[in-house]
């Protein structure tokens, strides 16, 4: 039986800047403006979250690291999920529509349709997905205290279409209830992003409902690995030429550069130029603030490729823009 690691010791903030100074070599040039950063951010969540750029093997800190290179990191990181979340509830908001008023047009706005395992796809490998995806459902409208709106529905009309309640539902409930439907309404839904397939799509919807997650907590993004898979492969990674090992991309898979991918095909032309434009600033940014992490670097963990920013130059086709 593997033996426990000990629990590690509660430290003062003192004892914490210590142990940074003293024994990993991180430069703290001034103690109160680092224990005020510790206090406002956790050791935890700032020194755990993001030291491993500026680590050597030997654990200790590269030479010439200070705390402000680690906290400059964190704050790209900061503005990065919020970034990714400002355009993917753009397309969580154009899915709902584009879901409900598809499902709604094969079946009608009663709730008595989406409550009926028999409008998905209910084959023995989903049928407990989507039992649980109904019991979910049923539960927001036999109990809508928290949903003033849903409410209101049920006590004006009786019944509350499934565009009304969408609103309620989370992205990835969102993307369980696309995966499960009838092809046909896959179809009617992706048909409304060049090139994108339904099977594509359910993928697509996976990954984005994880990073909004990531996004929503907190949790660190920047070198962010999507463990349930890789998506499939795209023009974009052909007209990028991203290398290739043993027959397949090692970039734009599973990766953050994966999450831009999607955004490329599920955005607007003119959503998704914003975006690349505020990712370009917001990555110069990170290297005015510290010159410890060098460019390549940083886009290795996020799965970036050196030309990444022409991404936006690319049509769908794979083809770049000629520019005027």
């Excluded at 023009?235 to 898979?253: C, F, R, S």
Aim: proline share 3%; aromatic share 12%; glycine share 4%.
């Amino acid at each position: 039986m593997e033996e426990q690691k000990q629990p590690k010791p509660f430290m003062t903030y003192e004892q914490l800047i210590y142990k940074l100074e003293d024994e990993k070599k991180l430069e703290i040039s001034d103690h109160d403006y680092a224990i005020k950063l510790l206090k406002e951010h956790s050791y935890f969540a700032l020194i755990s979250g993001y030291k491993g750029p500026f680590k050597q093997k030997n654990g200790t800190y590269k030479i010439h690291v200070s705390i402000q290179d680690i906290y400059a990191l964190y704050l790209f990181d900061d503005a990065l999920r919020a970034l990714f979340l400002q355009y993917i509830l753009k397309i969580e908001k154009h899915m709902k529509s584009l879901i409900s008023y598809s499902f709604c047009e094969a079946y009608g706005e009663e709730q008595q349709h989406y409550l009926n395992a028999t409008k998905y796809n209910y084959t023995p490998m989903n049928q407990d997905d989507v039992n649980e995806l109904i019991t979910r459902l049923t539960k927001i409208t036999n109990d809508p205290p928290n949903y003033p709106y849903i409410r209101h529905q049920k006590q004006q009309h009786g019944n509350i279409p499934l565009w009304v309640m969408m609103k309620a539902l989370t992205l990835g409930t969102v993307s369980k209830l696309y995966s499960f439907l009838p092809q046909s309404i896959q179809h009617n839904v992706s048909k409304e992003f060049e090139y994108v397939h339904e099977g594509m799509l359910v993928q697509m919807l996976d990954l984005l409902a994880r990073v909004r997650n990531v996004c929503a907590h907190n949790e660190r993004l920047f070198d962010y690995k999507y463990q349930k898979g890789t998506i499939d492969d795209t023009y974009v990674h052909n007209a990028l030429a991203i290398e290739k090992k043993k027959g397949q991309y090692i970039k734009g898979k599973n990766d953050l550069f994966a999450v831009v991918i999607v955004l490329k095909y599920l955005l607007s032309e003119e959503d998704f130029s914003s975006f690349v434009q505020e990712l370009e600033k917001i990555t110069e940014q990170l290297f005015l603030d510290t010159r410890v992490i060098e460019k390549l670097q940083l886009y290795k963990y996020m799965g970036f490729t050196e030309n990444w920013f022409d991404i936006d130059a690319c049509t769908k086709t794979g083809e770049k823009k000629i520019s005027e």
